[in-house]
């Protein structure tokens, strides 16, 4: 009989979540039936979005985790393929077709095509749901164009990095805003233009003013608050914003959100267009952005990095690490 563990929220999180917010149990899981399968998993994924299910007491934590079938009665899903599944927080999982899908991103799961050259962990990140956000985000929402500003923050996270490394494949000017000294340097090793250290510079408005002079085309926003009020005041004539996280404000109750100053009169006479997106609105689209991702992996004009945490039991520390920015890179929980 196989045993699972899997993590459930003891209590709501308030502010910044607490590793004695989360219980680890462990359960049997009974055998398979005609069209089940098995999964173990390998890798998972932990991701900002997780914050707004932290609510949810009881229930298994969502995400999603690269699995290795280890036992099948479904000849779709043969012993030894590795799939993705949105499976939550949990060691093993028997998948069928009532088997809750734990992603509010309702993505099927799959047999993965296995990576010659990379990591299988690269399904979580570069080639994945963090791959195809920043891919889809930076191409189709902000559709930069040769020569122009772009400026990204929380850039040497899991989406960010990887915007402004499309970005300069793009033929961008490229400014990431991010939080460390160790940061910043890696930006550089990957050809941003401008690195700034939101919590080293004194007067991020004059910094950026002398870094973008004509002004910012594009800003590609993950975290939201002053800083991007701040960003947003040195957009050049009809620059484009996209909004994709704002992580600033994750921890914070929403009916008690952080004030920022106001943008409407910025935009206003600036002109400019601002559009969210959820990566969701591309499903359709995924395995193109996950093609386009490899190829640039393949031919050196992307790379990645992983801040890897080991063990399972290692999952709550490793969330909260993201709002402490403690990861550089992809998070990933190796089993
Ligand atoms: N729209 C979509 O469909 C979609 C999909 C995926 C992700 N996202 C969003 O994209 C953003 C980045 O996600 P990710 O997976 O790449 O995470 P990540 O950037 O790898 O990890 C979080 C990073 O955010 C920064 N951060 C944490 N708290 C902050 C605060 N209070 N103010 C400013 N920065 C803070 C930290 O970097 P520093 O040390 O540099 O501050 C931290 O390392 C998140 O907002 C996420 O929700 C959106």
Same mark, same amino acid.
Request: with cysteine; charged share 20%.
């Given at each position: 009989?196989?045993?699972?563990?899997?993590?459930?929220?003891?209590?709501?999180?308030?502010?910044?979540?607490?590793?004695?917010?989360?219980?680890?149990?462990?359960?049997?899981?009974?055998?398979?039936?005609?069209?089940?399968?098995?999964?173990?998993?390998?890798?998972?994924?932990?991701?900002?979005?997780?914050?707004?299910?932290?609510?949810?007491? %009881?229930? @298994? =934590? !969502?995400? +999603?985790?690269? #699995?290795?079938?280890?036992? /099948?009665?479904?000849? &779709?899903?043969?012993?030894?393929?590795?799939?993705?599944?949105?499976?939550?927080?949990?060691?093993?999982?028997?998948?069928?077709?009532?088997?809750?899908?734990?992603?509010?991103?309702?993505?099927?799961?799959?047999?993965?095509?296995?990576?010659?050259?990379?990591?299988?962990?690269?399904?979580?990140?570069?080639?994945?749901?963090?791959?195809?956000?920043?891919?889809?985000?930076?191409?189709?929402?902000?559709?930069?164009?040769? %020569?122009? @500003? =772009? !400026?990204? +923050?929380?850039? #040497?996270?899991?989406?960010? /990095?990887?915007?402004? &490394?499309?970005?300069?494949?793009?033929?961008?000017?490229?400014?990431?805003?991010?939080?460390?000294?160790?940061?910043?340097?890696?930006?550089?090793?990957?050809?941003?233009?401008?690195?700034?250290?939101?919590?080293?510079?004194?007067?991020?408005?004059?910094?950026?003013?002398?870094?973008?002079?004509?002004?910012?085309?594009?800003?590609?926003?993950?975290?939201?608050?002053?800083?991007?009020?701040?960003?947003?005041?040195?957009?050049?004539?009809?620059?484009?914003?996209?909004?994709?996280?704002?992580?600033?404000?994750?921890?914070?109750?929403?009916?008690?959100?952080?004030?920022?100053?106001?943008?409407?009169?910025?935009?206003?006479?600036?002109?400019?267009?601002?559009?969210?997106?959820?990566?969701?609105?591309?499903?359709?689209?995924?395995?193109?952005?996950?093609?386009?991702?490899?190829?640039?992996?393949?031919?050196?004009?992307?790379?990645?990095?992983?801040?890897?945490?080991?063990?399972?039991?290692?999952?709550?520390?490793?969330?909260?690490?993201?709002?402490?920015?403690?990861?550089?890179?992809?998070?990933?929980?190796?089993?």
């Amino acid at each position: 009989m196989v045993k699972t563990l899997r993590y459930v929220l003891k209590k709501p999180s308030v502010g910044m979540p607490r590793e004695e917010d989360f219980q680890l149990l462990e359960e049997n899981l009974p055998q398979i039936e005609l069209g089940e399968f098995l999964c173990k998993a390998i890798y998972l994924s932990v991701d900002p979005y997780m914050r707004f299910f932290t609510s949810c007491v %009881g229930s @298994t =934590i !969502v995400g +999603t985790q690269v #699995a290795k079938v280890i036992e /099948s009665l479904n000849d &779709q899903f043969p012993v030894g393929c590795h799939v993705i599944g949105d499976f939550g927080w949990r060691t093993y999982t028997i998948v069928n077709s009532l088997t809750e899908n734990l992603s509010p991103f309702c993505r099927p799961t799959y047999v993965l095509d296995e990576l010659p050259n990379h990591p299988l962990s690269l399904y979580l990140g570069s080639l994945g749901l963090t791959g195809n956000t920043a891919y889809f985000g930076l191409t189709e929402i902000c559709q930069p164009k040769a %020569g122009e @500003t =772009i !400026v990204v +923050t929380g850039a #040497a996270g899991a989406v960010g /990095s990887h915007v402004g &490394q499309i970005a300069k494949i793009k033929g961008c000017r490229v400014i990431g805003i991010t939080g460390s000294k160790e940061k910043v340097d890696w930006l550089k090793t990957l050809g941003f233009d401008h690195v700034l250290n939101y919590n080293e510079t004194n007067n991020l408005n004059a910094a950026l003013a002398e870094a973008a002079p004509y002004g910012i085309d594009c800003y590609f926003d993950n975290v939201g608050g002053e800083i991007s009020s701040i960003i947003m005041k040195n957009m050049a004539q009809y620059g484009r914003v996209v909004v994709c996280g704002s992580i600033s404000s994750y921890n914070t109750d929403s009916t008690n959100l952080p004030k920022a100053t106001l943008v409407q009169p910025l935009m206003l006479y600036k002109e400019l267009k601002l559009e969210a997106f959820l990566v969701s609105r591309f499903n359709d689209r995924w395995i193109e952005g996950i093609r386009q991702n490899l190829q640039w992996l393949d031919n050196g004009q992307l790379q990645f990095r992983e801040t890897i945490y080991n063990g399972f039991e290692s999952m709550p520390n490793a969330f909260i690490g993201l709002f402490k920015g403690e990861n550089i890179g992809k998070t990933i929980i190796q089993i």
